[in-house]
Every structure is written in structure tokens, then in C-alpha cells.
């Protein structure tokens, strides 16, 4: 088995198929394994993140990998059972979100918050979230054609809730804007909240997860016989017309890697750079092509001075910057004053922002709605722009989304941008993986 993509997607596959006794390669082009969700030290020693990352309550089936590849959640993860939002020049409120595990918190927050989110607003919040008590594939019939603007418009018309809660959210959880954003995908978001209620939290890391996910996933497929190469890119995904299978992948420096099954765990913009010519005029792949993808961009600030006491994830709304993190007291405790990560997002007109005007836009705009960090002095500055980054949840995009098994019948897709039910995730990159490792025991009469 040769797999081509070192991300979560890859790492779970090839865990599925080492666990079955499989022999694996896997071929990564960074230096290290974690794909959009590795961390990496800069020239400070400093850890550096591709981008904000929470874990979801209910992400099940990334807890469990974690357990089994010695990442056990209570020493990897940490959660907090609220919410805050913070509006620039405006009220902020801490929303609890875990009815079970902070019953008073949730309940006082509910009846408390007016000067944010008043009694009406609350009221016109339900219809909006409503649908989400539907199965997934029900919610994906109907809801996947039309925006969370439309499905608002439709129930609600609250301009509060759109502006103050359900755009925030939609440009925090997938870099897209509630105009563009699949009412499916939100619901489905929602969905998986309210199926597991004592899995209602937010989570972040207790370290570097190169240093307690990507490390230890590693040790774990080496120990079972996974061939791990890193540093090496896949310049071409070799296919033979007549046979109608892949032949092989081609790599950097000319060495050509052959298998008998190949498993493709790349991004989905950089597989369709590589994608076979005669592959293009194939339906389900022509459909790969057309899937729209959304840039991000992450901003990290070290300040001289603690700007929050709170751990948990901040959402802005009216901002280019909707969510963001401090880090210092448990992710990253060497900092000395706070270290925020933040989104910006959409991020489409300021990819060609230089980065110094984008720092100061976002403390210019968090400043507004957080004080402490208006009155901080910025120590040190990271941005890094991702032109391409996930698929942007337009109406349709999700249904478009590959299965794992495809036309041609050596090759299959790992990846959050194929089926499954938690979009463009950590979850969905496991889940992913997961499933594509089951497609091909099944294949094989494995499974």
C-alpha cells in the first residue's frame, strides 16, 4: 500500500491498514507529519501553528485514535464548557454551552447576556438551530441548497442572531461568510452537538501537537511496519489508460514508488494538480475539479502582558479576525505575557495584504472589542496565508464530495474533503481516513 499525504486523513488510513497487517508506505512532502494540523518550531524555538485548531466534544472518532496511538485525551486535550463572544465597540458576552456539566453556568448565561443577545433574539435563534434534530442525510436533502443567510431569512430575520451569532460562527468554523455558507453544514454542525450532549464542550491542547498527537502517531505505525518518508512530494500520480489502474507514484529527485493499492491523502487542490490527464474526462473526478476551496490566513501575537484570563475559544463578530485563542497558559505555557492565535476570515481580499498591515488590523479590530489587547504591545508577530486551505461549505459543495472508493479500482481518497459527517474537520480528516481504510479491506476481502 502506498499512501501519498502525511495529514490526519493518511495517518488514519494507514493505521486502519497496518492494524490489519498490511505492509505501508506513506510519503509526506513536509518534514514532519500532521499535515494543515502540524506545528513547527520557528528560528526562536518558538511552536508555530498552520492554523487554529479546536476539538470538538464529539469527536469521536479522533478521541479514540488518540487512545490507541498512546495519545491518551486526558493527558492530550483540555475543554472548557463555554463560549465568549466579544463585539468591537459593543457588549461581550460568556455563553455556558454544556447543560450537563455546567448546568448553572448554561442556564444563568441563557437567562442573562440581554445586552448582547436579548430575549427576542434568543427566541429567534431556535428556529434557526431547529432543523438540527433531523438525521444528517435528511438535513443534507434539504438544507444543502440554499445559504445559513436563506435558512435565516426564511425562519428567523433577526438581524442580531445573523450578526452578532451565526456569521461569527461561520466565518470561525470554515473561513466562509453566512452569504456563501451551506445551511447543511451549519446544521450538521449543529446536529453533532445536540446528538452527543455530554460531548457539548470545546477543546484545546495541552502542548505542541507535533509533540503530543504527531510524535507519538508516528512511533505507533513505525512500531506496526509503516514506512514513513517525509520531505518527499509526489511530483506525478503515474495511471496506464489501457489497464485502467495507477501505475505508481513519481516522486521528487525521480524515484518511482510502486504498489498495489495507492491511496491519495493530499490536499484536494494539490490532487487535482497532479490528477492524470486521462483522469479529467472521468465524471467523478471532473466533479473533484469543481469542488470551490477557501483560503485562510493565521495570525499568532505574543504580547507584553496577560490579555485574558480565559483558555477558551473568543468569537468577534463584525471582523476579519472571528475567532481567536490565548495560548499561554496551557498550550504554550513558556510564553511570558499572552499569545493569541487568530483566523482571519474570509481571508480572500486580504491574501494580498502584506503581513504587517494585517497585524495591525487584527489588533486594531480585537483592540475594539477586547481593550486589554488594544492597550498591549504586540513582542512578536507570525502570519501565515494559506491561498488554499479547506473546501469552502458553499450550498451543493458538500454533496459533491467524493466517496473514498473510486472508478479506478487501485486507487482510493482520503481526506476531509471526502464523505463523511463533520465537513472540512480534524474529526472529518479522521473520519476520512478511517473509512478509506475500510473501503479497501473490503476490496481486498478484509473486511
Known amino acids: ?104 453556568k448554561t442556564l444563568w448565561s441563557v437567562l442573562g447576556n440581554n445586552r448582547y443577545l436579548g430575549p427576542l433574539a434568543k427566541l429567534a435563534l431556535i428556529p434557526v438551530v431547529a432543523p438540527s434534530v433531523l438525521p444528517m442525510k435528511v438535513l443534507q436533502r434539504r438544507y444543502d441548497d440554499r445559504t445559513v443567510t436563506d435558512l435565516w431569512r426564511e425562519v428567523s430575520g433577526s438581524k442580531v442572531v445573523l450578526e452578532r451569532v451565526l456569521r461569527p460562527f461561520c466565518r470561525a468554523i470554515q473561513f466562509t461568510d453566512a452569504d456563501q455558507f451551506s445551511a447543511y453544514n451549519f446544521l450538521g454542525w449543529a446536529h453533532q452537538t445536540l446528538i452527543r450532549p455530554l460531548r457539548a464542550r470545546l477543546g484545546g491542547y495541552r502542548g505542541a501537537r507535533e509533540e503530543i498527537i504527531f510524535q507519538p502517531f508516528g512511533q505507533y505505525l513505525t512500531k506496526k511496519g509503516v514506512e514513513i518518508r517525509t520531505g518527499v512530494e509526489v511530483q506525478e500520480i503515474l495511471f496506464s489508460p489501457e489497464d485502467r489502474k495507477i501505475t505508481g507514484f513519481r516522486l521528487a529527485g525521480g ?26 474526462s472521468d465524471p467523478f473526478f471532473v466533479e473533484i475539479t469543481k469542488l470551490p476551496v477557501a483560503p485562510a490566513i493565521s495570525v499568532q501575537l505574543w504580547f507584553d502582558r496577560e490579555i485574558t484570563k480565559l483558555d477558551g475559544y473568543v468569537l468577534v463578530p463584525h471582523s476579519y479576525g472571528p475567532v481567536y485563542q490565548d495560548q499561554s497558559r496551557i498550550t504554550y505555557p513558556t510564553a511570558k505575557g499572552s499569545r493569541i492565535s487568530v483566523i482571519v476570515s474570509p481571508a480572500d481580499e486580504l491574501l494580498g495584504w502584506d503581513e504587517a498591515a494585517i497585524v495591525q488590523h487584527v489588533k486594531s479590530t480585537l483592540g475594539r472589542a477586547n481593550p486589554k489587547i488594544g492597550e498591549a504591545v504586540i513582542t512578536k508577530s507570525v502570519v501565515i496565508k494559506h491561498p488554499r486551505h479547506l473546501i469552502r461549505p458553499l450550498p451543493g459543495a458538500m454533496t459533491m464530495r467524493p466517496k473514498q472508493a473510486t472508478p479506478v479500482a487501485n486507487l482510493f481518497l ?15 480528516a479522521v473520519r476520512g481516513g478511517n473509512a478509506c481504510g475500510r473501503e479497501i479491506l473490503r476490496a481486498t476481502g478484509r473486511g
Not at 55 to 80: C, D, M, N, Q, V
Open 1 to 104: 500500500m502506498a499512501i501519498a499525504g502525511g495529514g490526519l486523513a493518511g495517518l488514519a488510513c494507514a493505521k486502519v491498514l497496518a492494524d490489519a497487517g498490511f505492509p505501508v508506505t506513506l510519503i509526506e512532502s513536509f518534514h514532519n507529519l500532521g499535515g494543515r494540523a502540524n506545528t513547527f518550531r520557528d528560528q526562536d524555538g518558538d511552536w508555530i501553528e498552520q492554523g487554529l485548531h479546536l476539538f470538538h466534544g464529539g469527536y469521536s472518532e479522533f478521541r479514540e485514535l488518540l487512545r490507541e496511538i498512546g495519545a491518551p485525551p486526558r493527558k492530550t486535550l483540555y475543554f472548557t464548557d463555554y463560549v465568549r463572544f466579544e463585539e468591537p465597540d459593543g457588549p461581550s458576552a460568556t455563553f455556558g454551552i454544556n447543560p450537563l456539566f455546567a448546568p448553572l
Open 414 to 428: 482520503a481526506g476531509d474533503w471526502t464523505q463523511q459527517s463533520f465537513f472540512g474537520s480534524q474529526e472529518g
Open 255 to 280: 524515484e518511482t514508488l510502486v504498489a498495489d493499492l495507492y491511496v491519495v491523502a493530499l490536499p484536494q487542490w494539490i490532487f487535482v494538480d497532479k490528477m492524470p490527464p486521462p483522469l479529467l
